[in-house]
């Protein structure tokens, strides 16, 4: 007579695949990488880059002086926002709804694709495709 033999696999968070979430941030990235057993680190991905071996998707430019001032702030009420930020505020709110089916966003990224892709294609100020 066989006996039954069941496993149970759990995979880390870490390393589960990103198809929900196509777009990520390097830093991710390099964590996921790592969580699957492809030894990679910040230095590694620039030298890859630079050696046109491996690009990103897209490219995310934050001003610099928002990052400053998001960094000595507790949120963003305690600070002045200018009103040149405001294209990287609204793409940063649409690409954080767009994961939610409750925000419009979340439609309008089903119609229109991922607000990264229509960022590329209306030329958003803030978002570049890395020249190869």
Same mark, same amino acid.
């Given at each position: 007579?066989?006996?039954? +033999? =069941?496993?149970?696999? !759990?995979?880390? #968070?870490?390393?589960? #695949?990103?198809?929900?979430? $196509?777009?990520?941030?390097?830093? %991710? /990235?390099?964590?996921?990488? @790592?969580? @699957?057993? +492809?030894?990679?680190?910040? %230095? ?6 630079? @050696?046109?071996?491996?690009? $990103?998707? +897209? ?5 610099? =002086? ?8 507790? %949120? *963003? ?7 040149? &930020?405001? $294209?990287?505020? %609204? ?6 709804? #767009?994961?939610? &089916? !409750?925000? @419009?966003? /979340? ?10 892709? *229509? ?5 958003? $100020?803030? +978002? ?5």
């Amino acid at each position: 007579m066989s006996k039954k +033999v =069941e496993f149970t696999f !759990q995979i880390t #968070s870490k390393a589960r #695949s990103r198809d929900d979430d $196509p777009y990520i941030r390097h830093t %991710n /990235f390099i964590d996921y990488c @790592n969580a @699957n057993k +492809v030894d990679l680190s910040e %230095n590694f991905l620039e030298a890859f880059e630079k @050696n046109g071996l491996l690009y $990103p998707c +897209v490219r995310v430019l934050k001003p610099r =002086e928002l990052l400053r001032r998001e960094c000595r702030a507790a %949120n *963003r009420s305690t600070y002045k926002i200018r009103d040149e &930020w405001m $294209p990287f505020i %609204n793409l940063e709110d649409r690409i954080n709804e #767009s994961h939610f &089916w !409750q925000f @419009n966003e /979340f439609q309008e990224a089903i119609k229109f694709g991922h607000p990264l892709e *229509r960022a590329i294609r209306e030329k958003h $100020p803030f +978002v570049f495709e890395p020249r190869l």
